[in-house]
């Protein structure tokens, strides 16, 4: 994972202030105007040994602009207001969760915008820095600072009740289908009075480009007193966030999510069978970020309805990439419990079961260089 | 080569821009004064000119660049320690408590910015290599490898300093909130 670019924290602040004048460096400029005449003037000294290094110089720093469309300020208690804090850029937002290299470069600056939106509340404030996403997926990178200037603990691993957290669209709560697929936290200041917290959330079935949603966030805390982490252990889990809570909040962003769509749709109604299971695939679609899909389960005439313990197989589906170079890329394995971001949910009801499934890139890709999604035996073509 | 965006003529100039506060603020974390850290800074920009007088652009690049006058600056400042004129010392059953007083050419940041001046009281009790690590990595984003190389220490000894330097800024600046 690469280091996230820093905002511009009080820290940063103050070393901004140590800088040369104008005129002081229009006098060291004059020095190359007549290096002899400069030389001359000053006392030698042993000549520099010195091993350069190489390194490669990635980050950026930037003053964030409210969009146009972001700025609805809702939220219990506080406003959410522009800030003038410098925050991580989206691309290298995108670049800390997918890995970029220079060509796409490009690619990774239309996926996503500033935003600088602050809340503050029950004495943190939340400043939503960035977003980047897809047509399904959206990543968000937030600076998290406590309002009396003490630090988080040292190598916090901090979580949101999950309960509260809450993506709405149109009004109508789309949480029971969006999955907080990763988060990260890192400090960002050397008091350890700022960190940075990076989430990616992903909507299989409801798109969420061009939509205006609002981020609700509920009762942050440490997770330290979790010895083995595990998210489905939801007692474990709450006891941990009660004993470790920092504030409840909350903390509530409205915004526009009207970057770029980079997202390609593949062709859909295609079957797919594992073990003996048949699916229909409704959508399917491809971006820089990975591969989306959701599904509609089939029943045979004995069963026509399914229930989960006829889909559990569907967990392990296998999906992966054909480059129109023939390269090769896994995007998921079977039983990959390594790519932890790799999501699948299997819904059922008395009209029957659907399934979605999103297998991320481990790098970004350029979407137009796939020549095929091959899921399970299926393979669709995506010329 | 000069980055491509620089022509011949105007390299000077962009290494003057893009370097020249750089250089300031690692001397300034060596040598906790502005105006020992400007004459640091002028030094390593002769030291530029006497090394590559006869090569206008020596760098591989910009990464290059950047690496050779951090060193250049960190050697300068470690020169400067050993300079005569700086070598006033007295005995130390004579020498009382240390006593911190922000330097005196800092006057913008005493006048407009108390919590500025806040963190500068707090860099300025960590020893310099705590403070010239803190710095680069944290302001320039080094990993403490790359600081490692830097610097002339160990990784491990950076990660010391790192993990000082923040306990530190912790108890200084919960301190200073009594």
């Known amino acids: ?37 400069a030389l001359l003037s000053q006392t030698p000294r042993k000549d520099e040994t010195f091993a350069p290094r190489l390194r490669t110089v990635s980050r950026r720093r930037f003053a964030s602009a409210l969009a146009a469309a972001a700025a609805l300020a809702l939220g219990a208690g506080s406003l959410a207001v522009a800030s003038n804090i410098t925050g991580l850029h989206p691309t290298d937002l995108v670049r800390q969760f997918f890995g970029t290299d220079d060509a796409f470069e490009e690619t990774a600056e239309t996926m996503g915008k500033s935003v600088g939106l602050s809340v503050t509340s029950d004495g943190i404030t939340m400043t939503l820095d960035s977003i980047a996403g897809d047509e399904h997926n959206l990543l968000c990178a937030f600076t998290l600072e406590r309002v009396d200037d003490k630090p988080f603990e040292d190598g916090l691993d901090g979580a949101f009740d999950p309960k509260a957290l809450e993506l709405n669209i149109h009004g109508f709560s789309i949480s029971h289908e969006l999955q907080l697929v990763d988060r990260q936290f890192e400090a960002i200041d050397p008091t350890g009075r700022a960190v940075q917290y990076l989430c990616l959330w992903s909507s299989p079935e409801q798109a969420i480009i061009g939509e205006t949603v609002t981020l609700y966030f509920q009762n942050f805390g440490s997770l330290r007193q979790i010895t083995a982490w595990n998210e489905e252990e939801s007692s474990a889990f709450d006891s941990a966030l009660e004993a470790g809570l920092y504030a409840q909040g909350p903390w509530e962003f409205e915004l526009a999510l009207d970057y770029e769509n980079t997202t390609r749709q593949l062709p859909a109604g295609q079957s797919v069978t594992v073990d003996d299971m048949v699916a229909v695939i409704d959508a399917l679609s491809i971006s820089p970020l990975g591969v989306t899909c959701s599904f509609t389960f089939i029943g045979t005439e004995e069963h026509p309805y399914l229930d989960h313990s006829d889909t559990d197989a569907f967990f392990d589906l296998t999906v992966s990439l054909t480059m129109h170079d023939g390269g090769q890329v896994e995007l998921r394995g079977k039983n990959d419990a390594a790519n932890l971001r790799s999501s699948a949910s299997i819904m059922s009801s008395s009209t029957g079961a659907t399934g979605t499934l999103y297998a991320p890139t481990r790098q970004i890709i350029d979407p137009n260089d796939v020549a095929a999604v091959t899921i399970g035996e299926l393979v669709v073509s995506a010329i | 080569m000069p980055p491509t965006h620089v022509s011949q003529e105007s390299y000077a100039d962009y290494l003057v821009d893009a370097y020249s506060d750089l250089v300031l603020r690692v001397c300034y974390n060596h040598l906790e004064s502005m105006h020992d850290a400007r004459d640091a800074c002028q030094t390593v920009f002769f030291k530029y000119l006497r090394k590559f007088a006869d090569d206008p652009t020596p760098f591989v690049d910009t990464n290059h660049e950047k690496a050779w006058f951090i060193r250049c600056a960190i050697n300068t400042c470690t020169d400067m320690h050993r300079d005569a004129w700086r070598r006033s010392t007295i005995p130390l059953d004579n020498a009382g408590e240390p006593q911190f007083a922000l330097d005196p050419q800092l006057p913008s940041v005493l006048e407009s910015n108390e919590e500025h001046a806040r963190i500068y009281r707090a860099l300025h009790k960590l020893s310099a290599n705590q403070r010239q690590a803190v710095y680069l990595h944290y302001y320039e984003e080094y990993s403490v490898k790359e600081i490692a190389k830097l610097t002339g220490e160990t990784p491990n000894t950076v990660s010391q300093h790192l993990s000082r330097a923040r306990a530190k800024l912790r108890g200084i600046l919960e301190g200073e909130q009594r």
């Open chain 1, 1 to 37: 994972m690469t280091k996230p670019d820093t905002p511009a924290t009080p820290y940063h602040q103050a070393i901004d202030a140590i800088c040369l004048s104008k005129a002081e460096k229009d006098g060291l400029k004059s020095m190359f105007a007549d290096p002899q005449a």
